[in-house]
């Protein structure tokens, strides 16, 4: 398998187990609820996001995939201070109040920035793995 394809699986892999954990956080129920339903949704919303686009551009240097992803989360953060009809069209669907969001918290910026640096180092590391694996085959061809 090409390093590439073997962290795209890598990457799926992990992304099949954050989903369900992040809309799990929106429906979670006991201590710490309010954050569980608020905070930590927005560190594994970001951690997706950085995966995502990892799965994309493989060879995505992990430092500026996870800058792009915080710069564009906060972006859309403090879009939500704005209110014309057509994004609040999108914000009364189910999707759109995921992946939009509906009402700003300064809160929230110090998680994304948490979920950015736990994606980029997880990129880091599986690039790191997948590299490994290539001088490996090179070493012993």
């Not at 859309?76 to 700003?104: A, D, M």
């Amino acid at each position: 398998m090409k390093p590439h394809q073997k962290l795209r699986w890598q990457l799926a892999g992990i992304l099949l187990v954050v989903i369900p954990i992040g809309f799990f956080t929106k429906l979670y129920r006991g201590p710490v609820q309010l954050w569980v339903n608020h905070s930590l949704g927005g560190v594994l919303y970001e951690i997706f996001w950085c995966l995502v686009v990892a799965w994309g551009w493989p060879k995505a240097r992990p430092f500026l995939v996870a800058l792009w992803i915080f710069l564009m989360t906060c972006c859309l953060e403090f879009l939500q201070l704005w209110h014309p009809l057509f994004l609040e069209t999108i914000r009364n669907t189910c999707i759109g109040q995921v992946l939009l969001g509906t009402t700003f918290t300064w809160w929230d910026l110090p998680h994304y920035l948490i979920g950015s640096v736990i994606g980029g180092w997880i990129i880091f590391w599986l690039q790191k793995s997948c590299l490994s694996m290539i001088s490996d085959i090179n070493q012993n061809p």
